[in-house]
């Protein structure tokens, strides 16, 4: 198996089916969880010298932090409902309790904190949506953190991919601290899927091929990208969800396009045959 693909696993006593770190996954900045909780049921932690992106990927919670307190937040029983998410921001050196008022699927999201935001609720309104590509390369994408937002270092979005089509594609990397054209940015992929027994392809690679892995993950499987290219191509009868979450030095995604595949993005594609 790849090292690059962490398999969901069986739920703990806490509910976590993920738990990424900088060691586990030996890098040094994005940390993932993903927490199944049950109605009633907790999950409290301190944020330490962490900043935390919590994020409602299914079902409906309360959250409470040191400063802040938001009751029955969420509107999708279900990712692909489609509908945008609620998150909430926690700072470092901060702690939360979200509460499931429902079945809750809640994702997790971590990068060094450094003070300068308080918590704060994202709320779908705060969230901006966009369409991406075109021909067999088209997504939809929900901004819940971008780089325009407020955060130390964190960025966070989720992107939907219909059957058959591509997704963070033309290849692109964010590996070089090198701007203004690109930033370093490690990301994780927490896959979903519609139905639920499906799977995409998704490869990860540099320019010198010393990094080449593709990979088949499954529902809530994770692909995490150190460095190099990754696209995500979905499989027929199956549509794809994922939450990126990416961070770095310089809180900023800039990319480079791999030349080879960059006409994906021209006025050529798709072809005429």
């Not at 690059?4 to 696993?9: D, E, M, V």
């Not at 806490?14 to 999950?43: D, H």
């Not at 060094?112 to 994202?122: D, E, S, T, V, W």
């Not at 979903?192 to 799977?199: I, S």
Request: aromatic content about 10%; glycine content about 6%.
């Amino acid at each position: 198996m790849s090292k690059l693909l962490s398999k969901r696993r069986q739920a703990d006593g806490q509910g976590a089916i993920q738990r990424i770190t900088p060691e586990s996954a030996g890098w040094g900045y994005v940390g993932f969880e993903v927490y199944e909780l049950e109605a009633g049921q907790s999950l409290s932690q301190e944020t330490l010298d962490r900043e935390v992106c919590l994020v409602l990927v299914a079902g409906k919670a309360s959250v409470r932090t040191k400063e802040l307190n938001v009751g029955s937040i969420g509107e999708r029983m279900s990712p692909f409902e489609r509908k945008k998410p609620y998150a909430v921001y926690v700072p470092n050196d901060d702690h939360f309790t979200v509460t499931a008022d429902t079945k809750v699927e809640l994702a997790v999201c971590k990068a060094p904190g450094f003070g300068n935001y308080p918590a704060r609720l994202i709320a779908p309104a705060q969230i901006d949506a966009e369409h991406r590509g075109k021909g067999h390369n088209q997504r939809y994408v929900h901004n819940i953190l971008p780089d325009t937002a407020e955060a130390d270092s964190l960025l966070v979005v989720e992107v939907f991919t219909d059957e058959g089509c591509t997704s963070s594609y033309p290849s692109h990397k964010h590996d070089r601290d090198a701007e203004p054209g690109e930033t370093y940015l490690e990301e994780t992929y927490y896959h979903r899927f519609d139905p639920p027994q499906g799977f995409a392809l998704q490869r990860v690679y540099t320019d010198d091929f010393e990094l080449d892995e593709c990979m088949a993950p499954y529902n809530q499987d994770v692909v995490q990208v150190p460095k190099g290219y990754h696209p995500v191509a979905t499989i027929a009868g199956y549509d794809n969800y994922y939450l990126n979450v990416m961070a770095g030095p310089t809180r900023k995604w800039r990319f480079t396009w791999e030349a080879d595949h960059a006409w994906v993005n021209s006025d050529n594609y798709p072809r005429t045959k």
